[in-house]
T-cell receptor, first 115, second 111 residues
């Protein structure tokens, strides 16, 4: 299994531009999570999906952020327009819903730099 | 409080034991986890413990659980430089049906 796959690994963009981060969960996993990690705020849960349906988006910082999961094998996190304070590492994780002993499997992350 | 708390830093010498501590909040948590994050990588599940256990050992790792005090610890025996990383504890929040992560402890192992 290739694990959770995120792309791109690194993204540098100018303030005001649209940024799209992509995630492919592990096949058979039905819960997907988007996290943001910064030195100041640590690891923050932005949004999560069960069976492709958004369950809790209370962590999404503002309307500039949106996430979709059109099917079980793909999710996107979009920032439009991007701002320098959005610079962070964004992680996607997936799991089998209800399988607590399994934990979450994380991707390698996308390091976003907004200049 | 609602946060899962950890100390921010721990520095040890190679060969010593490391103990990373965590205080969680949900007394009904059924599973508690330790994750490791190496530089430039995502979080990797190290081990977990079920709430009806007090201790779990896996090679150099020992997890201790004190349910009364809601305290979880991870002991790494014979710590190596490759153990340098950020370690996160996490609890399964029954009410929210999701993992809640601590702030992470940065372990630095010096030769």
């Amino acid at each position: 299994d290739a694990g959770v796959i995120q792309s791109p690994r690194h993204e540098v963009t100018e303030m005001g531009q649209e940024v799209t981060l992509r995630c492919k969960p592990i096949s058979g996993h039905n819960s997907l999570f988007w996290y943001r990690q910064t030195m100041m705020r640590g690891l923050e849960l932005l949004i999560y999906f069960n069976n492709n349906v958004p369950i809790d988006d209370s962590g999404m910082p503002e309307d500039r952020f949106s996430a979709k999961m059109p099917n079980a094998s793909f999710s996107t996190l979009k920032i439009q327009p991007s701002e320098p304070r959005d610079s962070a590492v964004y992680f996607c994780a997936s799991t089998i819903r209800g399988s607590k002993s399994y934990g979450y499997t994380f991707g390698s992350g996308t390091r976003l730099t907004v200049v | 409080g609602e946060d899962v708390e950890q100390s921010l830093f721990l520095s040890v010498r190679e060969g010593d034991s490391s103990v990373i501590n965590c205080t969680y909040t949900d007394s009904s948590s059924t599973y508690l986890y330790w994750y490791k994050q190496e530089p430039g990588a995502g979080l990797q599940l190290l081990t977990y413990i079920f709430s009806n256990m007090d201790m779990k050992q896996d090679q150099r790792l020992t997890v201790l659980l004190n349910k009364k005090d809601k305290h979880l610890s991870l002991r790494i025996a014979d710590t190596q430089t490759g153990d340098s990383a950020i370690y996160f504890c996490a609890e399964w929040r029954t009410g929210f049906q999701k993992l809640v992560f601590g702030t992470g402890t940065r372990l630095l192992v010096s030769p």
